[in-house]
T-cell receptor, first 111, second 115 residues
């Protein structure tokens, strides 16, 4: 079963920042936090991942709480093309053979 | 283009039949993962192979089986099909396994419809 909890859906306005939350209260010390997204009619794609520190890449930023029990994916300026299902998953670096996705958050972008 | 190829893209069949879904991983990737995505459901993990060996199983039905061949392509076999097996089946590949898994790259999926 998924070890993360995400809201079922969220809405945001185009060109506004979006903060997608994820709770992972049972995270262990060897779990990395990964985010993937699934655009309509496509397979999921990697977005970003982190362990303890905040991370930035060209797609998004990942803010990780100090106690690591929650994280937030930040899209700095949402576009219509960012409408997708966003999955937050935990990956144990010691036992990475099962990679479990939950139902994710469906992000709607309003023009 | 993720580099992962899945065939067929669409498949329509009848209850009780058997189908085979095929996945070619990205060049150099040794791991293959299979997922099932039904309507309004998230991605359900089915099975993971690494370099020809089964590494992990999820809630995969006994009617389903998979294998990874020496050339690293993988096949998912679904038999005695039921209406509820209608879903999108995704394959993903990664470089390694365990601590060396790396990023997952997903194919575009095979849409199975059972009538």
């Amino acid at each position: 079963d998924a070890k993360t909890t995400q809201p079922n859906s969220m809405e945001s306005n185009e060109e506004e920042p979006v903060h997608l939350p994820c709770n992972h209260s049972t995270i262990s010390g060897t779990d990395y936090i990964h985010w993937y997204r699934q655009l309509p009619s496509q397979g999921p794609e990697y977005v970003i991942h982190g362990l303890t520190s905040n991370v930035n890449n060209r797609m998004a930023s990942l803010a990780i709480a100090e106690d690591r029990k929650s994280s937030t994916l930040i899209l700095h300026r949402a576009t219509l093309r960012d409408a997708a299902v966003y999955y937050c998953i935990l990956r144990d670096t010691n036992r990475d053979d099962k990679i479990i996705f939950g139902k994710g958050t469906r992000l709607h972008i309003l023009p | 283009d993720s580099g992962v190829t899945q065939t067929p893209k669409h498949l329509i069949t009848a209850t009780g039949q058997r189908v085979t879904l095929r996945c070619s991983p990205r060049s150099g990737d040794l791991s293959v993962y299979w997922y099932q995505q039904s309507l309004d459901q998230g991605l359900q993990f089915l099975i993971h192979y690494y370099n020809g060996e089964e590494r992990a199983k999820g809630n995969i039905l006994e009617r389903f089986s998979a294998q990874q061949f020496p050339d690293l392509h993988s096949e998912l076999n679904l038999s005695s099909l039921e209406l509820g097996d209608s879903a999108l089946y995704f394959c993903a590949s990664s470089v390694g396994s365990g601590i060396n898994t790396g990023e997952l790259f997903f194919g575009e999926g095979s849409r199975l419809t059972v009538l």
